[in-house]
């Protein structure tokens, strides 16, 4: 059982990111990458995403570094791989999951109850709104290109507080994606 990661080359954030797998397991990879301290959020369905500052971090922490076809090999025959034609539907389900176990409906276009893993980002339409919520009871991070899309933003996190609330006791905690798009 081993954490493999690549070398980071893709831009995102001002920062060049790599990829963090597991060759097993999930768990396997989510504990390596707790204990070099990357963010749950940057759990992506079957990787992390990291940043070239956290090298040091994941080499101490136990990561194995190969180059970026090894990784993708290694993924792969891990059988954890979602591949890129899958992702979409993967989402829908993760989305339809958690919107179940919350009571919500209808479900929107991304939803992540909780802190692991990130929705897709922002789309380019009016209307469209990404909301993050870190602390049951902090402030929310809105995206938004209009006010109509954080309009939106404010409603859907009022309806999920209230489900959540009605859940658990407290406040939601999660991510969500959606805008007019979705409803066609």
């Known amino acids: 059982m081993t954490v493999f990661a690549d070398t980071p080359r893709w831009p995102r954030h001002g920062m060049q990111w790599g990829h963090l797998i597991s060759d097993t397991s999930l768990a396997e990879l989510h504990e390596l990458a707790a204990r070099a301290g990357l963010p749950p959020r940057s759990f992506d369905l079957d990787h992390y995403d990291w940043p070239s500052v956290a090298r040091d971090a994941l080499a101490e922490s136990g990561a194995r570094f190969v180059g970026d076809g090894e990784l993708t090999r290694i993924l792969i025959a891990s059988g954890l791989r979602i591949k890129l034609r899958?992702?979409?539907?993967?989402?829908?389900?993760?989305?339809?999951?958690?919107?179940?176990?919350?009571?919500?409906?209808?479900?929107?276009?991304?939803?992540?109850?909780?802190?692991?893993?990130?929705?897709?980002?922002?789309?380019?339409?009016?209307?469209?709104?990404?909301?993050?919520?870190?602390?049951?009871?902090?402030?929310?991070?809105?995206?938004?290109?209009d006010p109509a899309g954080r309009r939106a933003a404010e409603a859907m996190l009022e309806r999920l507080d209230d489900l959540s609330r009605a859940r658990i006791g407290t406040g939601f905690v999660g991510q969500v994606m959606d805008g007019p798009s979705s409803a066609s």
Do not use: K, N, W
Not at 88 to 94: E, F, N, Q
Not at 113 to 133: E, I, N, Q
């Open 86 to 145: 899958d992702r979409p539907s993967a989402r829908a389900r993760r989305s339809a999951e958690h919107a179940a176990e919350l009571g919500l409906d209808p479900v929107p276009q991304d939803l992540i109850a909780g802190l692991l893993g990130h929705v897709d980002p922002l789309p380019d339409h009016p209307g469209a709104f990404r909301l993050t919520r870190d602390d049951p009871e902090g402030a929310p991070r809105i995206e938004a290109h």
